[in-house]
């Protein structure tokens, strides 16, 4: 089993990271947060960092972060591209505003590709992993409600899109997500045809209630723009056992393929702390058969209080795994 670690924080953190000691310990991929706001100003800073690391020999992915927020996980990493184009922003059941572009509206589609292209060409990466691309859902209301997508509604289905989220928008939902993975992943092949293409779903352990539009794990490892999904296993959020959960997951992906065998890899929280059960959860994957852990993140794990005594501790199990 190989074992990679995410990197987030941006350029502060980046400027912080340690590669001899990842080097050490074992951990052979970055999964590396490009932040939009970043990208504007420090774009060289981020190569840099990237040249070297790739030099060092580790196997470099790029999560691009902000740049509309339809990729991001985390609605605190502020996008410029959000706070200006108010009119490219998905409309929720109500006819407000959501605080995510529309990966349906066309104008936001072409800013979104040319971004890609010029991270690929500056970034010496081996692939990009989009990261949860989600349509806005809450309780009470879902989007998208634009022009756009109730135009694309109405030429698929040949009815008006409905006001209550049913099987037909969901379906929708997903189609449009899969297709926005397919433009993000032609922008960046276009630069080099050899990055791969990677998404994260929104995280859950069953995937039979679909409110982002990544419910359907089956349509996105059947699509040709995805070479393989990173699943984050939430047994904390969902307070069940990790064992168990890194089980479930693995064997989830695997049944999901239908004429592929994409490798679905896992993201497992990692801290020192021995409730995270991180050496544990590594063993548990080993042997489950999961081709990849990546570890989150970088500043949890390795400048935390307590990561000195544990760094010797990762190593060795990093090395039982690798056996
Ligand atoms: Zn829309």
Known sequence: MEVGICIAGGVDELNRVDLDLLKQVGIQSLFIGCYENEMRWQAGQVATFVRDAAGAGFEICMLPWGYGKVTDPDPAIPSLYVDTHRDQLQTDSRGRRCAKACPNNPQFLEWFASEMRTAAWMLEARGFLWDEPSFYHSRTTWACRCQYCQRLFYAAENVHMPREMNEQVRAFRRFSIVMFVLAATAAVQSVDPRLYSLVMPRPTLDTAMDNSGTGDWGQLL?????????????????????????????????????????????????????QDRVLANLITARDTGVPRVVLTDYSTLFRAPASQGFISRLHDTIARTSE
């Open 222 to 274: 059947e699509s040709s723009a995805v070479d393989g999904l990173a699943l984050y296993v939430p047994w904390q959020e969902r307070g069940v056992r990790p064992d168990q959960a890194i089980a479930e997951l693995h064997n989830l992906g695997a049944r999901k393929q239908k004429n592929t065998t994409k490798p679905c890899h896992l993201w497992l929280p990692a801290s020192p702390r021995p």
